[in-house]
């Protein structure tokens, strides 16, 4: 059943404190390493049973987390480190286990925009000729899709908190207010833009991996003290989750993997759509032709998609401040150090024989040209030109 080694004769699995856990996750594609681990069994292979818990939000998520009827979560990048630092709700210590996946986020627009932009008229003219405000979602206000989709619009010369106005629902709900026009655009996870372009009520126009490439986008996440109290369970769940995410990198293992996703439990949509989002596809999208393919959602990459990485949580503090969330300047090292359970996931990977140190640091071009190579955050978040110094907008 397994495809990893699970165990070395010098480093036996010690068993979890707690073999139940409830477990949270939003219906996504990228919610996929839980579903996999149940339909495989991963969990019992490694002490584990897990109860997965579909939630409606990524508030839901996050106000379950905390209250600790979740023991677990996928959750936002970004949502993990507003709860650390208090932004528009309650802080807590929290914990980033691993990287659940990279890539596999979008933008879409409405078809009187899309057509717009393939004519050649730039972002800002074509929002301007609605006549108001247009009206972009985003799935929470400290989340990865508000980061993407603030940056896209920055790099497009449009400000995202004075030229537009940003909402958030849940993303099953977008390609729906997008048909009934209470929507220009939004920006979430797939397979949503496959629904809306499916039921031709938009056109996706830009990929996350074309904003950046390969960037982290869900993380494993739980309490901190969870890890204190139970580490062995911690890392058992690690390990449960990294031999999910290798058996979907495989690709003889994608039209499976959309059944299962497909179930009325789960997605409860087309298989064939879901398989869409799975695999590469170009996005014909006037200015955009320039850009990369779409690169789809990544779950492993030989592990190396899965190291919770401290300059990814940099990242994100790079952009609350820039964009007014995060007043403070101090200790972004020291934050993203204790998020990062690089030591439980290390120990979850040894076991399982899979490289357990950090992937090599590189630096990474994002879509506006400017470089990220979580040197200096600080520095980064300060020298764009479109940014919010004295933002006083609300986070609720």
Same mark, same amino acid.
């Given at each position: 059943?397994?495809?990893?080694?699970?165990?070395? #004769?010098?480093?036996?699995?010690?068993?979890?404190?707690?073999?139940?856990?409830?477990?949270?996750?939003?219906?996504?594609?990228?919610?996929?390493?839980?579903?996999?681990?149940?339909?495989?069994? +991963?969990?019992?292979?490694?002490?584990?049973?897990?109860?997965?818990?579909?939630?409606?939000?990524?508030?839901?998520?996050?106000?379950?987390?905390?209250?600790?009827?979740?023991?677990?979560?996928?959750?936002?990048?970004? /949502?993990?480190?507003?709860?650390?630092?208090?932004?528009?709700?309650?802080?807590?210590?929290?914990?980033? /286990?691993?990287?659940?996946?990279?890539?596999?986020?979008?933008?879409?627009?409405?078809?009187?925009?899309?057509?717009?932009?393939?004519?050649?008229?730039?972002?800002?003219?074509?929002?301007?000729?609605?006549?108001?405000?247009?009206?972009?979602?985003?799935?929470?206000?400290?989340?990865?899709?508000?980061?993407?989709?603030?940056?896209?619009?920055?790099?497009?010369?449009?400000?995202?908190?004075? #030229?537009?106005?940003?909402?958030?629902?849940?993303?099953?709900?977008?390609?729906?207010?997008?048909?009934?026009?209470?929507?220009?655009?939004?920006?979430?996870?797939?397979?949503?833009?496959?629904?809306?372009?499916?039921?031709?009520?938009?056109?996706?126009?830009?990929?996350?991996?074309?904003?950046?490439?390969?960037?982290?986008?869900?993380?494993?996440?739980?309490?901190?003290?969870?890890?204190? /109290?139970?580490?062995?369970?911690?890392?058992?769940?690690?390990?449960?989750?990294?031999?999910?995410?290798?058996?979907?990198?495989?690709?003889?293992?994608?039209?499976?993997?959309?059944?299962?996703?497909?179930?009325?439990?789960?997605?409860?949509?087309?298989?064939?759509?879901?398989?869409?989002?799975?695999?590469?596809?170009?996005? #014909?999208?006037?200015?955009?032709?320039?850009?990369?393919?779409?690169?789809?959602?990544?779950? +492993?990459?030989?592990?190396?998609?899965?190291?919770? /990485?401290?300059?990814?949580?940099?990242?994100?503090?790079?952009?609350?401040?820039?964009?007014?969330?995060?007043?403070?300047?101090?200790?972004?090292?020291?934050?993203?150090?204790?998020?990062?359970?690089?030591?439980?996931?290390?120990?979850?990977?040894?076991?399982?024989?899979?490289?357990?140190?950090?992937?090599?640091?590189?630096?990474?071009?994002?879509?506006?040209?400017?470089?990220?190579?979580?040197?200096?955050?600080?520095?980064?978040?300060?020298?764009?030109?479109?940014?919010?110094?004295?933002?006083?907008?609300?986070?609720?």
């Amino acid at each position: 059943m397994s495809t990893l080694t699970t165990m070395t #004769d010098s480093t036996p699995f010690l068993p979890p404190e707690r073999p139940h856990l409830r477990v949270g996750y939003v219906a996504l594609i990228d919610s996929a390493p839980f579903i996999v681990a149940k339909q495989m069994g +991963f969990d019992n292979h490694h002490g584990l049973t897990l109860e997965l818990c579909k939630q409606p939000s990524w508030a839901a998520i996050r106000d379950k987390l905390l209250s600790g009827e979740l023991d677990a979560a996928q959750t936002l990048y970004g /949502l993990v480190y507003g709860v650390q630092i208090g932004l528009g709700g309650p802080q807590a210590d929290m914990a980033i /286990l691993m990287t659940l996946n990279r890539n596999g986020q979008a933008i879409t627009v409405s078809n009187r925009l899309a057509d717009l932009l393939q004519r050649g008229q730039s972002l800002k003219n074509a929002l301007s000729s609605i006549g108001r405000k247009a009206i972009f979602a985003q799935t929470f206000p400290t989340g990865t899709h508000a980061m993407w989709l603030n940056y896209w619009l920055a790099a497009n010369d449009v400000h995202p908190l004075t #030229d537009i106005e940003s909402i958030v629902i849940p993303p099953s709900q977008m390609p729906d207010a997008l048909a009934q026009g209470e929507l220009d655009g939004f920006c979430a996870g797939e397979p949503w833009h496959a629904v809306a372009e499916h039921n031709r009520c938009g056109r996706t126009i830009v990929s996350s991996s074309q904003i950046w490439h390969n960037h982290p986008e869900k993380a494993l996440a739980c309490r901190r003290e969870f890890t204190a /109290l139970y580490p062995n369970t911690a890392q058992a769940l690690i390990r449960t989750i990294l031999e999910s995410c290798q058996w979907i990198e495989n690709a003889n293992n994608k039209i499976q993997l959309s059944t299962w996703l497909a179930k009325p439990e789960y997605l409860k949509l087309s298989a064939d759509l879901i398989h869409s989002r799975l695999i590469t596809h170009a996005i #014909d999208s006037g200015e955009q032709n320039a850009m990369p393919p779409r690169s789809p959602v990544s779950f +492993f990459t030989d592990g190396k998609s899965n190291y919770p /990485l401290p300059t990814d949580g940099l990242w994100f503090l790079s952009q609350f401040y820039r964009w007014g969330l995060l007043k403070s300047t101090n200790e972004w090292n020291h934050i993203v150090n204790h998020v990062c359970q690089t030591t439980h996931y290390a120990n979850a990977a040894r076991q399982l024989n899979l490289v357990s140190t950090p992937p090599e640091a590189t630096a990474s071009q994002l879509i506006d040209g400017q470089i990220w190579d979580g040197s200096n955050a600080l520095a980064y978040s300060e020298h764009f030109k479109i940014k919010a110094s004295n933002f006083k907008g609300s986070l609720h």
